[in-house]
């Protein structure tokens, strides 16, 4: 990835609530925080979702090995989606620093 030792990185999901997950380096394994609440999109401890790729790079790892243990079953509609919050909130996370924004959707087809 671009940018070396500089690069940080943050993770977040969506369906009808926004999930945000915390990745600093001091961590065992990572914390999903639910935000139910989209009228009044907030940051849960903003100062650790974007965190330095080479120092969180094992707790990132596993959280992508994991990830689709996360969501193993659908939650909401495809009609409920906080796909707007998403992109605000991933904004949010890092307009102090720039960078890139890479979006991934999928659904499930019933």
Do not use: W
């Not at 671009?2 to 600093?24: H, I, M, Q, S, W």
């Amino acid at each position: 990835m671009p940018g070396g030792e500089r690069t940080r990185v943050a993770f977040l999901a969506f369906d009808k609530n926004l999930y945000y997950f915390n990745l600093r380096s001091t961590l065992k394994q990572p914390q999903m925080m639910v935000v139910p609440e989209l009228t009044d999109n907030y940051l849960p401890q903003p100062d650790d979702l974007l965190v330095n790729l080479n120092d969180s790079f094992e707790i990132i790892c596993t959280l992508l090995d994991n990830f689709q243990n996360y969501f193993s079953s659908p939650n909401g509609s495809a009609q409920e989606t906080a796909f707007v919050p998403a992109i605000t909130s991933a904004f949010n996370i890092c307009k102090h620093i720039g960078g890139r924004m890479l979006l991934f959707q999928v659904s499930i087809s019933i």
